[in-house]
């Protein structure tokens, strides 16, 4: 690796010419790190839901030519300046969003919303010289997320980068860095249920499927899986699931069928959609008197959240979460040991592998609804 250090790299990187339409396997050059940065090799990615959000650029501002991906496991191929606790070949995450540790947010026990790196799907350059590193035929191609992980090396701000056991397969850690660790968190962080408590998490994607994981790592008794696919609900048994709702299958609203079921409502919800109308039904399903909903999905830019103030005076609590409340590079690491103790079990969200050439194929299956995640070897 180290005769590329300070060196321009000629790679292979997906790249989104314009909106919808399929990736391009392109060679593009990767300028060396600059203060406080870090250039990965991404070894393994996989596709998130919010790769397709932004690549079908429905409701948002398109950037393109753009290189997507942000869900990936890699290893440090060399350090820009003043960068001091990562060195080349150590395995890390790149992360969505980051942890300057400076600011006011980063310094608080109760917030992991950086003020310098919190997410900024707009933004298509690096923070510090606002220029992108990634360039083909010397027109820049713009990043995204700040991670960029459907190329095979990428620069990445040293805050966004959380370094992990040597010992944890990539392959399988690399769906840490972002969907297993938003609904887990969200859960074991945020919602918080009792041993012997009810959860209904609402929509059962890799995201809601990993708050159910945390719901019976918890002790929840009882786990209700709300969706309005039903092929989703024999695989949600695997992961905690006890009890399922289909809201189609009901005249009434689903809050009402899960407070009937419930005796009165459950004690914690999680709601994984970003459908409004799911969220109001996670926060009025929640038993008053103690009951949590936890917002995690995140909605369309003009929708409204609209409830009776009774719910809050009855003491419902409505929280929201980001990240499930992970400091990346203080906490991630952590929860790739608790893969490694086994007592997190990521192989069950891996549904499909493909190599880098069939990369959209991964985006047909997401699209179908097929499957949780797929795994994306970049080498191939």
């Known amino acids: ?6 060196q321009v790299i000629k790679c292979k990187a997906a790249v989104a010419w314009e909106a919808g339409k399929p990736l391009v396997i392109e060679e593009v050059e990767v300028a060396p ?104 035929d010397g027109k820049p191609i713009y990043h995204f997320l700040g991670t960029s ?37 969200a859960c074991v962080n945020v919602a918080k249920p009792p041993k ?28 209700i899986g709300v969706d309005l696919n039903a092929s989703r609900f024999e695989l949600a048994k695997k992961f905690g699931v006890t009890e399922f709702v289909n809201p189609a299958d009901h005249k009434k609203p689903v809050q009402e069928v899960i407070a009937e079921m419930t005796n009165g409502g459950v004690d914690r919800s999680i709601e994984c959609t970003g459908n409004v109308k799911a969220m109001i039904s996670a926060f009025e399903c929640v038993h008053d008197g103690w009951g949590v909903a936890v917002l995690v999905g995140v ?33 991630i690491p952590g ?13 069950k969200f891996i549904t499909h592998t493909v190599p880098f050439s069939d990369i959209n194929k991964a985006f047909d299956l997401m699209l179908k609804g097929e499957g949780l995640r797929c795994i994306i070897k970049m080498d191939d």
């Open 149 to 185: 992980t459907f190329s095979q090396y990428t620069v990445v701000h040293v805050g966004c980068v959380a370094k992990i056991n040597p010992s944890a397969p990539l392959d399988k850690a690399c769906v840490v860095s972002c969907g297993i660790s938003t609904g887990y968190g």
């Open 33 to 136: 790190p600059q203060a406080q940065e870090v250039r990965l090799k991404i070894h393994y990615t996989s596709l998130c839901h919010t790769d397709v959000y932004f690549w079908e650029a429905k409701g948002q501002t398109p950037l393109f030519p753009r290189i997507f991906g942000h869900e990936a496991g890699g290893i440090v191929e060399s350090v820009g300046e003043g960068v001091t606790d990562l060195a080349p070949g150590d395995h890390v995450l790149p992360v969505f969003t980051g942890e300057c540790r400076q600011c006011a947010h980063c310094k608080s026990p109760d917030s992991n919303m950086c003020d310098l790196l919190r997410i900024n799907p707009d933004r298509g350059v690096m923070i510090g010289d606002g220029q992108a590193r990634f360039s083909k």
């Open 196 to 223: 012997g408590s009810s959860v209904a998490v609402f929509g059962l994607g890799a995201v809601g499927l990993a708050a159910a994981e945390g719901a019976k790592a918890s002790g929840a008794s009882r786990i």
């Open 335 to 347: 929860v790739v040991e608790k893969y490694l103790n086994k007592e997190l079990e990521l192989e």
């Open 299 to 331: 909605p369309n830019k003009d929708d409204e959240f609209k409830t009776h103030p009774m719910n809050f005076l009855n003491e419902r609590t409505l929280k929201g979460t980001f990240y499930g409340n992970y400091k990346p590079r203080t906490d």
């Open 1 to 6: 690796m180290s005769s590329t250090v300070g």
